[in-house]
């Protein structure tokens, strides 16, 4: 995240929000950290190897 000055509760509650599911995290195999959290990753990690296989 950028390092950046907020003035308004609600600009930071955005940035968070968008960091937390929005952007996805190399370390997290590339899923959201709320995926992680929830433990949702599994289920899409599974659900992009189908994928990839049906594609080769």
């Known amino acids: 995240m950028l390092l950046q000055n907020y003035f308004l509760p609600g600009d930071l ?13 190399e370390h997290l195999d590339n899923v ?5 959290y929830f433990g949702r990753a599994p289920a899409i990690i599974k659900r992009r ?8």
């Open 32 to 36: 959201t950290p709320a995926d992680a």
């Open 13 to 25: 509650e955005e940035q968070i929000e968008d960091y937390n599911h929005q952007r996805y995290h």
């Open 49 to 56: 190897e189908r994928i990839k296989r049906k594609t080769e």
